[in-house]
């Protein structure tokens, strides 16, 4: 590999012959790019399916405000923060949570690529239909009748409601009275106080 032409003293560093390590480069470079094109033949391209809405409700509060003991040697499941099964990892808060199932990892692991399957002009007539019919049954649902009977009804409540004010008013105004009048004249002047009403002298 290394060629010592004529060691002079002056010159004691070793020669490398460079064509001879170029061509070992171009080898090994060849050698990789067959590998690489085989593996390529070999695995046929992953079809992935379109980004789809999730069909399950995200447990966020199940865990809220209990207590629990977390050993190193317990496994991720069971230590503290929240565990994906699909990724077999722990994330430590719901924010992070709702982001790493909405990533693109995750999204992988299921099986699912981040394009979205582009609606056709027939299934966009179809949700406009069926949005216009739901429309449609509130308007039915509504009746004007009953409508009219439930805001009589609020109105009866709220007027007995403010009758029942005026009279615990009125009761509260009594009663107040009758305790200014039961007050001694005699005592109050001894005490130095005439009354706590509101006339002038």
């Known amino acids: 590999?290394?060629?010592?032409?004529?060691?002079?003293?002056?010159?004691?560093?070793?020669?490398?012959?460079?064509?001879?390590?170029?061509?070992?480069?171009?080898?090994?470079?060849?050698?990789?790019?067959?590998?690489?094109?085989?593996?390529?033949?070999a695995q046929p391209p992953v079809k992935r399916d379109f980004l789809r809405?999730?069909?399950?409700?995200?447990?966020?509060?199940?865990?809220l405000g209990k207590t629990k003991v977390i050993?190193?040697?317990?496994?991720?499941?069971?230590?503290?923060?929240?565990y994906c099964?699909?990724?077999?990892?722990?994330?430590?808060?719901s924010i992070n949570f709702l982001d790493h199932i909405n990533g693109k990892k995750h999204q992988r692991n299921l099986g699912m690529s981040m394009r979205i399957e582009r609606s056709t002009l027939d299934q966009v007539k179809k949700r406009f239909e069926l949005n216009k019919k739901?429309?449609?049954?509130?308007?039915?649902?509504?009746?004007?009748?009953?409508?009219?009977?439930?805001?009589?009804e609020e109105e009866a409540k709220m007027k007995e409601y403010r009758k029942e004010k005026k009279k615990e008013k009125k009761r509260k105004a009594d009663d107040a009275g009758l305790n200014e009048d039961e007050i001694d004249p005699e005592m109050a002047a001894m005490m130095g106080f005439s009354g706590f009403g509101g006339s002038k002298k």
């Open 1 to 41: 590999m290394a060629s010592t032409s004529k060691a002079t003293p002056e010159d004691h560093r070793r020669k490398w012959d460079v064509d001879e390590y170029e061509e070992m480069a171009k080898k090994r470079l060849e050698e990789e790019r067959k590998k690489a094109e085989d593996n390529q033949h």
């Open 53 to 63: 809405r999730r069909d399950y409700k995200v447990d966020l509060e199940s865990q």
């Open 71 to 82: 050993s190193k040697s317990a496994p991720l499941s069971d230590q503290g923060g929240y």
């Open 85 to 93: 099964n699909v990724c077999d990892c722990v994330v430590k808060d």
């Open 134 to 152: 739901k429309r449609e049954e509130k308007k039915k649902e509504y009746d004007f009748e009953q409508r009219m009977a439930e805001l009589k």
